[in-house]
């Protein structure tokens, strides 16, 4: 099996290296042999979200230079949680977290090969923490952990005045056992997480010396804010969810569509899979050119392919194309339709037998402020339906004009455009 030697300098240039253990003995490790790592995922949530996405591409990025992944998804850690500026967490059931195991395992496993030299491997930390015992974790994990040092965590200090339970702040020995166990097991000796989970990462490294001895690695990917110096991950509609029924594709798409000029070379390391030269042509370009939006173009198409799967993109694209390009709306999924139209608002009809006239529909969209309006828009050809110049203001929709059954577009010039759904 060949080993890609130069996977840490990639990783570095990608700005995924926030903070490392021994940078020369990591470099070393991944550039010589088929190092087993893991990262971990804990079912807090239904789904994964742009955050973990950073994780599950990182951990694709090592196998596909030679190492062997263990993903862990957390059903032992999930039902804690790690402690959080904000307060305690809502404990979940068991049930629950059973469940949102299955959910987050089957999002992981698409991103990853399980065939081969270094196949990947699902992990779940329940298996080898339930049978353990509190007297025996005490003894063999928390004798191992000064007090003093788990005070000093930043989440932990923040958290000392307004109060922590002792469950949040155990979470730190929790990790760390995992770490423990994958290296006594399995022979991990890598983890990696996102830049929050520093102070865990650092204790699972030190558990491992400590207790057997032995000598392990890990980094930390940084915590990507835009420019404005505020945290990414979020939409009008909450986070950025992989899950789509959760978060529609379309909405997904036009999150990295929409993304700022100057976060373009940045997102383009860190979520795609483009080389180096690619990235650098597309950075120079966009720079050039920035209003034709190459590089946000590239970005969303990409990044949505991986997630949600090329055939998905193609509908999306087709669908933005339809409504701000023209052509004919009836090819289009109406699923994807629809999500594209709840975002540009939605207008809901009962019946298809009785729809109102073009211009009623103009005003109660909003498009058009009176009746007026509308019939003005009309005779000067501004009005659309389907892409389809309206001509007469009382010009009243059938059932043949539904795309997929239920939907009108109803658009005003070139970009003004919302939905009206048949119900």
Same mark, same amino acid.
């Given at each position: 099996?060949?080993? +890609?030697?130069?996977?840490?300098?990639?990783?570095?240039?990608?700005?995924?290296?926030?903070?490392?253990?021994?940078?020369?003995?990591?470099?070393?490790?991944?550039?010589?042999?088929?190092?087993?790592?893991?990262?971990?995922? =804990?079912?807090?949530?239904?789904?994964? /979200?742009?955050?973990?996405?950073?994780?599950?591409?990182?951990?694709?990025?090592?196998?596909?230079?030679? /190492?062997?992944? &263990?993903?862990?998804?957390?059903? *032992?850690?999930?039902?804690?949680?790690?402690?959080? =500026?904000?307060?305690?967490?809502?404990?979940?059931?068991?049930?629950?977290?059973?469940?949102?195991?299955?959910?987050?395992?089957?999002?992981?496993?698409?991103?990853?090969?399980?065939?081969?030299?270094?196949? *990947?491997?699902?992990?779940?930390?329940?298996?080898?923490?339930?049978?353990?015992?509190?007297?025996?974790?005490?003894?063999?994990?928390?004798?191992?952990?000064?007090?003093?040092?788990?005070?000093?965590r930043d989440v932990v200090r923040k958290r000392l005045e307004s109060g922590i339970s002792y469950t949040?702040?155990?979470?730190?020995?929790?990790?760390?056992?995992?770490?423990?166990?994958?290296?006594?097991?399995?022979?991990v000796t890598l983890q990696f997480g996102g830049s929050d989970q520093w102070g865990n990462l650092t204790?699972? @490294?030190?558990?491992?010396?400590?207790?057997?001895?032995?000598?392990?690695? *890990?980094?930390?990917?940084?915590?990507?804010?835009?420019?404005?110096?505020?945290?990414?991950?979020?939409?009008?509609?909450?986070?950025?969810?992989? =899950?789509? !029924?959760?978060?529609?594709?379309?909405?997904?798409?036009?999150?990295?569509?929409?993304? !700022? =000029?100057?976060?373009?070379?940045?997102?383009?390391?860190?979520?795609?899979?483009?080389?180096?030269?690619?990235?650098?042509?597309?950075?120079?370009? &966009?720079? !050039?050119?920035?209003?034709?939006?190459?590089?946000?173009?590239?970005?969303?198409? /990409?990044?949505?392919?991986?997630? &949600?799967?090329?055939?998905?993109?193609?509908?999306?694209?087709?669908?933005?194309?339809?409504?701000?390009?023209?052509? +004919?709306?009836?090819?289009?999924?109406?699923?994807?339709?629809?999500?594209?139209?709840?975002?540009?608002?939605?207008l809901r009809v009962e019946g298809a037998e009785s729809l109102p006239t073009a211009v009623d529909l103009?005003?109660?969209?909003?498009?058009?402020?009176?009746?007026? +309006? *509308?019939?003005?828009?009309?005779?000067?050809?501004?009005?659309?339906?389907?892409?389809?110049?309206?001509? +007469?203001?009382?010009?009243?929709?059938?059932?043949?004009?539904?795309?997929?059954?239920?939907?009108? @577009?109803?658009?005003?010039?070139?970009?003004?455009?919302?939905?009206?759904? @048949?119900?």
């Open positions: 099996m060949s080993i +890609d030697q130069t996977l840490f300098d990639d990783l570095e240039w990608r700005g995924l290296i926030a903070h490392s253990t021994d940078r020369d003995a990591l470099r070393a490790a991944l550039g010589s042999e088929s190092v087993r790592f893991y990262v971990g995922f =804990d079912p807090t949530a239904p789904s994964l /979200h742009m955050g973990h996405l950073v994780q599950v591409l990182t951990a694709r990025r090592l196998q596909e230079a030679g /190492h062997t992944p &263990h993903a862990l998804v957390g059903g *032992a850690t999930g039902m804690i949680g790690d402690p959080r =500026d904000s307060g305690e967490r809502t404990m979940n059931s068991a049930d629950t977290v059973a469940e949102w195991v299955g959910r987050v395992r089957a999002q992981v496993e698409p991103f990853l090969s399980f065939e081969g030299p270094n196949a *990947a491997r699902m992990v779940n930390n329940l298996d080898w923490t339930q049978g353990v015992s509190a007297l025996d974790f005490l003894r063999d994990v928390g004798k191992h952990f000064p007090v003093n040092r788990m005070l000093a949040e702040f155990s979470y730190v020995l929790l990790q760390s056992f995992d770490f423990l166990s994958l290296y006594r097991d399995r022979g204790a699972g @490294v030190e558990l491992i010396r400590r207790a057997d001895g032995g000598k392990a690695h *890990a980094f930390a990917t940084p915590l990507l804010t835009k420019a404005d110096g505020t945290k990414y991950g979020k939409t009008e509609g909450g986070a950025l969810w992989l =899950d789509p !029924e959760m978060l529609s594709p379309y909405s997904f798409f036009q999150f990295w569509l929409n993304v !700022e =000029d100057e976060k373009i070379g940045e997102l383009l390391r860190v979520f795609t899979f483009l080389s180096r030269s690619e990235i650098e042509e597309i950075e120079t370009s &966009h720079s !050039e050119k920035p209003f034709l939006r190459t590089g946000q173009k590239v970005l969303a198409e /990409h990044v949505t392919s991986l997630v &949600h799967g090329a055939d998905e993109t193609a509908r999306i694209q087709a669908a933005s194309a339809a409504l701000f390009g023209g052509g +004919d709306m009836h090819g289009l999924s109406p699923e994807t339709l629809g999500a594209a139209l709840r975002q540009a608002g939605v103009l005003v109660e969209t909003g498009l058009a402020k009176s009746k007026g +309006d *509308a019939r003005r828009t009309v005779a000067e050809g501004g009005a659309y339906i389907n892409n389809v110049r309206v001509e +007469d203001p009382e010009h009243v929709p059938s059932r043949a004009d539904l795309v997929g059954g239920s939907w009108l @577009v109803l658009r005003k010039g070139k970009k003004s455009f919302k939905g009206v759904e @048949v119900v």
